[in-house]
């Protein structure tokens, strides 16, 4: 599965255990079974994907030891992270050998919370291994994970810095006659020399294409004086991500039209920003940056929510948007990226990271959210 380690301070995995345990024993759950993802990267430190041997990180509610399942062909590349000393009792096992049952041997499996995005080949066979009712981990999970600790609020700052960076270089390369792909190969070199890991994604949207909000590259040519969205982001070492998106005219100023709709754009993605405070409702949060758009005749082309929670994932729990009614929190981090797309003609959208104070709200992208012409 290609597993990879970071440790994590002993203090942290404790302080997490132990409040997902507080946060499965309010849910009614006996168990968490967690597989390879970003909860595991979060609880353990433990990076990778699931394939067809299982790993897994199971903690019992009543107290018992945390078990990390591993086959032993992988464990090797984990020794360095000290999981006995950590308090887990880790069980390797080898092909032959039935992994599930090793996985909840003394376990109590009468309700079992298991990682949203466990493959249904693991989920199954857990439940013929006695994890017979199931549901899901993440409603436990996301009370942990939503709220950033300071460490992780310092990652994630250090992550909308770097972006940030690569978007004052876009001028370096956007330019009407080149195409959406060698704009973006440029765009995707820059993400790493500035300090991620890989990019993760990387939009270049001209044109017509503006106006398709997950478009991503394609050999079209740049034209002179079209809008071009640029929405790019990745993983830092640490797994922390950004994610921010400026929309750029090519060489030449846009027409009065587009620039009295784009300073309404702008209005609504800053509308949105100032709304942001403890107690707030997600959906009011979502409402600010639409009701701009609404008195500027502009609502019906804004065709998607208004922001997602970020941090191990891009996008996560909280997610800004219509009929979420959760009150956010000092240490919840999401984007606010409202976005006007008129149909084969052109679209913009704005996109910068946010974290709930204890009195408001910061960015964590602080580039000029001006339409600018390169």
Same mark, same amino acid.
């Given at each position: ?20 345990? +507080? ?79 090793? +996985? ?29 009712? $199931? ?19 310092? $990652? ?19 330019? #009407? ?33 503006? %106006? ?40 030449? +100023? ?8 784009? %300073?309404?754009? $702008? +209005?609504? $993605? ?72 008129? #149909? ?31």
């Amino acid at each position: 599965m290609g597993t990879s380690a970071a440790a994590l301070e002993a203090a942290l995995v404790h302080d997490r255990f132990a409040r997902l345990r +507080a946060a499965a024993d309010r849910a009614g759950v006996s168990a968490v079974v967690v597989t390879p993802g970003s909860d595991l990267r979060y609880l353990l430190g433990v990076g990778g994907s699931s394939f067809e041997r299982l790993t897994c990180l199971v903690v019992p509610t009543d107290g018992a030891a945390p078990v990390f399942v591993s086959p032993a062909l992988e464990y090797a590349g984990l020794a360095g992270l000290g999981l006995d000393a950590l308090g887990l009792e880790v069980r390797t096992w080898v092909d032959g050998e039935d992994p599930y049952r090793l +996985a909840l041997a003394g376990t109590d499996t009468g309700r079992v919370a298991v990682s949203d995005l466990t493959p249904v080949l693991h989920a199954f066979r857990l439940r013929a291994a006695g994890a017979v009712h $199931q549901v899901l981990a993440g409603p436990v999970l996301r009370e942990l994970r939503m709220r950033k600790d300071p460490a992780e609020l310092a $990652q994630l700052r250090l992550a909308g810095a770097a972006i940030d960076r690569v978007h004052a270089r876009v001028g370096e390369w956007l330019r #009407p006659g080149r195409t959406e792909a060698e704009v973006g190969a440029d765009i995707a070199a820059a993400i790493v020399e500035e300090g991620h890991a890989v990019a993760e994604f990387v939009i270049v949207g001209s044109g017509p294409n503006a %106006a398709s909000p997950h478009h991503s590259v394609s050999d079209r040519v740049i034209g002179r004086g079209e809008l071009v969205v640029v929405d790019i982001g990745g993983p830092l070492p640490s797994g922390y991500n950004s994610d921010s998106t400026r929309t750029y005219a090519a060489g030449l +100023a846009p027409s009065a039209e587009v620039a009295t709709a784009y %300073a309404a754009l $702008q +209005a609504a $993605q800053q509308a949105s920003v100032d709304a942001v405070r403890p107690g707030v409702t997600c959906e009011a949060i979502d409402e600010a940056a639409r009701s701009v758009l609404r008195e500027a005749g502009l609502d019906g082309y804004f065709i998607h929510r208004t922001g997602h929670g970020i941090g191990l994932d891009v996008h996560e729990e909280p997610y800004i948007v219509a009929g979420n009614d959760l009150l956010v929190e000092p240490g919840m981090t999401f984007s606010i990226e409202p976005g006007v797309y008129l #149909p084969g003609l052109w679209g913009a959208r704005i996109e910068d990271i946010v974290a709930v104070t204890e009195t408001g709200v910061e960015r964590f992208n602080t580039r000029p959210t001006d339409l600018v012409v390169v």
